[in-house]
């Protein structure tokens, strides 16, 4: 069982800059993959950013590409997603996945982006 907690969240304007963080509590963290989603009131929860279990393979979604970067630092259990220019419509809310053998994910932060 890995428990993940989002932190990190919150009320930002167009243009402004967070950083997103998630802990996990997995033994061995680097036998995840690492990813985040996002969720916005009345949509599906959509693919954001990717990064392998040692970091060393990245994807992000077309929508956030240039501004958003996933990083990791393995040895402190942990996953970032920095977010730069941020728009209104990054407005959502930001889950955690792992994903190994089995998927887990965390319960979610949100990021609110106002004009």
């Known amino acids: 069982q890995v428990q993940l907690v989002e932190s990190g969240g919150g009320l930002g304007q167009a243009g402004d800059s967070l950083r997103l963080s998630c802990a996990a509590s997995?033994?061995?963290?680097?036998?995840?993959?690492m990813a985040w989603f996002r969720q916005a009131p009345g949509k599906e929860r959509e693919f954001v950013a990717d990064i392998s279990s040692r970091g060393g393979r990245i994807v992000y979604a077309d929508s956030v590409k240039g501004r958003f970067t996933i990083s990791r630092d393995n040895p402190k259990n942990t996953v970032y997603l920095q977010m730069n220019s941020l728009k209104p419509e990054d407005t959502a809310v930001y889950y955690c996945r792992a994903r190994s053998v089995y998927t887990y994910w965390g319960q979610g932060t949100q990021v609110t982006v106002s004009s």
């Open positions: 997995a033994r061995t963290f680097t036998n995840y993959a």
